[in-house]
């Protein structure tokens, strides 16, 4: 079977994923694995986003760095139970602590030198997402950086439609419409929906969401689905081993918000 040729891109457009796992949560490839598919898919970046834990990155950053891949730190980060919404942090400086609301996990995102982005909104669950009466909630206090317009999840037919039309509703507030792979097998399932973006490197990445110039992109590449025993294997992973890490105390620490001093408060009303 010939190999599938990738949708043609504009000059100066880079691809990223922005929502990637690795062994260090319930992916199933180490981050270096990682790196060396998305090298071989064409992408220029990739974030790797971990179920509430920042892994060790540094041999993936310098593998990527000699494949022509940026690697950018980020976190899914599982708020409150219930129901345990899930928000991404990208570029951030430092692990940010689960089982916050919604509200405080995003602010903490911003505190910490993040992009906050609403993971795979509109899943007809009860868990993990997010629902359109509660993101119009968080809207109304919160701003986010992103939302992943078109994503992987299992999702009811019209979902695509209403979400298109609560972005249009809320963009002011709801940010950059992205597209996620949400990929936990590496090379099995990295690029089937990515965010296009001008440029070519991280930094050009973080630009593009902050102005809302990026896009979706469904059909990236077509890897071959994986194995039924490693489906299995990741669903084991997901529902078995990472509960008990976090009960542990092992995944699920980290930093919550940074909560401003009255003297910090004083000095910054005194600014204006």
Excluded at 38 to 50: E, H, N, P, Q
Excluded at 184 to 206: I, K, N
């Amino acid at each position: 079977m010939s190999e599938r040729v990738r949708p043609r891109l504009g000059d100066g457009l880079g691809v990223a994923e922005v929502h990637a796992h690795t062994l260090a949560s319930d992916g199933m490839v180490s981050a270096v694995a990682l790196v060396r598919a998305a090298a071989k898919s064409g992408m220029r970046v990739l974030c790797i986003t971990d179920h509430d834990t920042i892994p060790e990155l540094e041999p993936a950053m310098e593998v990527g760095a000699a494949l022509g891949v940026d690697v950018v730190p980020g976190e899914e980060v599982t708020a409150s139970f219930p129901p345990g919404i899930h928000i991404v942090g990208l570029f951030l400086e430092q692990q940010v602590r689960m089982h916050m609301s919604v509200e405080d996990t995003v602010a903490a995102i911003h505190d910490h030198g993040g992009l906050a982005v609403i993971a795979h909104p509109f899943m007809p669950t009860w868990f993990a997402s997010m629902s359109p009466r509660r993101a119009r909630r968080l809207l109304e206090t919160h701003t986010v950086d992103g939302i992943e317009l078109r994503h992987t999840a299992p999702v009811l037919p019209g979902t695509w439609r209403r979400l298109d039309a609560f972005y249009a509703e809320h963009r002011d507030r709801v940010g950059a419409a992205l597209g996620s792979g949400d990929s936990h097998f590496g090379e099995h399932d990295l690029g089937r929906v990515v965010t296009v973006f001008p440029g070519r490197s991280a930094a050009d990445l973080r630009a593009a969401i902050l102005a809302r110039t990026t896009s979706p992109l469904a059909g990236w590449t077509a890897p071959a689905a994986p194995a039924l025993n490693l489906r299995l294997a990741q669903q084991y992973k997901s529902m078995v081993w990472l509960s008990s890490e976090r009960r542990a105390g092992r995944v699920g620490g980290g930093a919550g918000r940074i909560e401003e001093s009255p003297l910090s408060s004083v000095g910054r009303a005194g600014d204006s």
